[in-house]
């Protein structure tokens, strides 16, 4: 039989581990973990994060609806349900399961340096080797694919801030609570933002209040997922300025956490109704990274992408979450960029840029930061890995290299997605800003993180401008790049009114640009506005969405015409045989 390497014990891993086997191919499994499940075991994240179409169909169906019907309690996940199904599914005669190595290498072929052809892992003092056909890199932060030499980006490059992540989160339980009372405080405070749904609660902003003890820690309104054996599982502590690629950053973290956790449960036996007996239970092993590395593939699934509904020829996946930039800073809150809104995923977002053999796993696949606020969820990222098992069968099977596959049979995999992979298809709907004269500056607002449209699907283009579009665009600047919006601009922005008027615009972009326009004539001459545009304005005699849209996009070009986003590349640690 032909072998297979899944690297990593994350729920994708899994999921591209027992898609091979299922498929007949012997599967070498091979983590630094001791146990398996990842982010849903060791970082104790119950929150299931589904992926909606039309409304409220479950989008992910094939490997992903066994493990939610096995492991979810409606709405979340039962950790120990979770745990129980993950170590049952992988108990298959085809894969051979090793746990706790380190230092997983690459193994390369001699005559070409690019090719991935198996792995080197030492356990108990001593090194062992593995060869496989192809190599599923779940490896903590893409570790195996960047020792290749794979270029990455970090933190939020796209926004010039390599060196700045989203905050990490430090799960952990809470026992002898009472969710009778719970339920019916959060169910009569009306306030639309908080609810009770089966098993999940989420609400009391009481806890933004709570001052920790230490300064890289927060608490913000509480996910509140109830577990099988009556304890709960809160996602709500936010940990700051963790470097993910920095074991010491990482751990120090945890250790902070297991001090604060006693404080945050003294708090909330104050504060909140129901928690009156609260006693700290577990605090997860592992952090919830939400942002870290992100392999440069031979396709990028970009910002726009998610809200253009973008279609594929070699679709493997799809999203449809809301994308959520949460915030790096402790003083901020984080920026909703879109509501749900569906779309397509490449298989070339999981081949890293000029290596072959490799197949990237998980959050660490090729998607701008804005896209990956979406993309991240872990049911998109579990069909993803079963797609990418069912494009390989058909390389090995017909002795084609998987980029063959992605080039001319697309067609023939997404038969066995759907008839064997029992995975859903649904189709995209058009693209709302094809076509349209702004399409160009939406999407390049859209990759530089600066357009939002809240936790709506798509934005009014042709609407009359107002104010709160140009102060959410300027706000984006503020936290999204390193554009630093000089004092004057800022002051005549703040005394605009709600509509924007021509005479505003024109001044606006005078202020902007720093030159002195007072027509749309000299707009258009000195190249703001194309001939087209200045047609419409005079035509409908009001400034729109769009045309803010476009005139913000020449604005960041004029700031940072240089710009460049950091692609990084680590030294080369690999064996040649």
Not at 89 to 116: F, M, R, W, Y
Not at 297 to 308: C, F, K, S
Not at 337 to 346: A, L
Request: charged share 25%; aromatic share 8%.
């Amino acid at each position: 039989g032909k072998n297979i390497i899944v690297l990593g014990s994350e729920p994708e891993a899994i999921t591209a581990a027992v898609t091979a086997a299922r498929l007949g191919y012997q599967v070498n499994m091979i983590t630094e973990s001791e146990q398996l499940g990842g982010l849903f075991t060791e970082g104790m994240l119950t929150a299931l994060d589904l992926n909606y179409v039309n409304g409220s169909d479950i989008l992910h169906e094939g490997f992903f609806t066994e493990f939610y019907n096995s492991a979810s309690n409606g709405h979340n996940l039962d950790l120990i349900n979770t745990q129980e199904f993950f170590d049952q599914v992988v108990k298959h005669k085809n894969i051979n399961l090793v746990k706790g190595v380190t230092n997983i290498t690459p193994i390369v072929s001699e005559d070409n340096k690019n090719k991935a052809i198996g792995v080197s892992y030492e356990k108990d003092g001593k090194t062992t080797k593995v060869n496989g056909e192809y190599i599923f890199d779940g490896s903590y932060e893409a570790e195996y694919t960047r020792k290749m030499g794979a270029e990455y980006r970090t933190g939020r490059s796209e926004f010039g801030l390599p060196d700045e992540y989203a905050a990490a989160g430090v799960m952990f339980s809470v026992e002898n609570t009472n969710w009778k009372e719970i339920s019916k405080a959060l169910k009569n405070d009306d306030d639309p933002h908080t609810g009770v749904t089966g098993n999940a609660a989420w609400g009391f902003a009481e806890m933004y209040n709570y001052q920790p003890k230490n300064d890289l820690l927060k608490m913000r309104g509480l996910n509140i997922s109830r577990q099988d054996d009556g304890s709960i599982v809160l996602n709500a502590l936010l940990a700051f300025k963790v470097d993910p690629l920095n074991k010491d950053s990482y751990n120090n973290i945890i250790e902070l956490a297991k001090e604060e956790v006693p404080h945050i449960v003294e708090y909330m036996k104050e504060h909140l109704p129901g928690f009156e007996n609260a006693a700290p239970g577990k605090i997860a092993e592992d952090l919830y990274i939400r942002e870290g590395v992100r392999i440069v593939g031979d396709y990028t699934l970009n910002g726009y992408d998610i809200i253009a509904h973008s279609t594929f020829e070699d679709t493997i996946g799809f999203g449809s979450y809301p994308s959520d930039l949460q915030t790096p800073n402790k003083e901020g809150y984080g920026n909703a960029m879109n509501g749900n809104s569906i779309y397509e995923i490449p298989l070339s977002t999981m081949l890293p840029k000029n290596i072959d053999n490799v197949v990237v796993l998980g959050r660490c696949a090729s998607f701008d930061i804005v896209a990956h606020g979406s993309a991240r969820t872990v049911p998109v990222l579990m069909s993803m890995a079963q797609g990418a098992v069912h494009a390989v069968d058909y390389a090995l099977t017909n002795d084609l290299t998987l980029r063959e596959v992605r080039d001319n049979h697309m067609t023939e995999v997404h038969e066995e997605m759907k008839n064997l992979g029992k995975m859903k298809f649904p189709t995209m709907p058009e693209n709302p800003y094809k076509g349209h004269y702004a399409e160009e500056s939406i999407k390049h607002l859209r990759i530089r993180g600066l357009l939002g449209s809240k936790y709506e699907e798509s934005m009014p283009l042709d609407e009359k401008a107002t104010k709160s579009q140009i102060i959410s665009i300027v706000g984006l600047i503020k936290h999204h790049s390193t554009i630093d919006i000089p004092k004057d601009q800022l002051d005549y922005i703040n005394t605009l009114d709600d509509n924007i008027s021509i005479e505003d615009f024109i001044k606006l972009a005078s202020v902007l640009f720093n030159k002195n326009m007072s027509t749309l004539e000299d707009l258009k001459n000195e190249g703001i506005l194309t001939e087209n545009i200045y047609n419409l304005i005079k035509k409908d005699g009001y400034i729109t969405n769009a045309q803010i849209c476009v005139l913000f996009s020449k604005y960041v070009d004029f700031i940072q015409p240089n710009f460049k986003e950091v692609i990084k590349k680590d030294k080369v640690d690999e064996i040649a045989e």
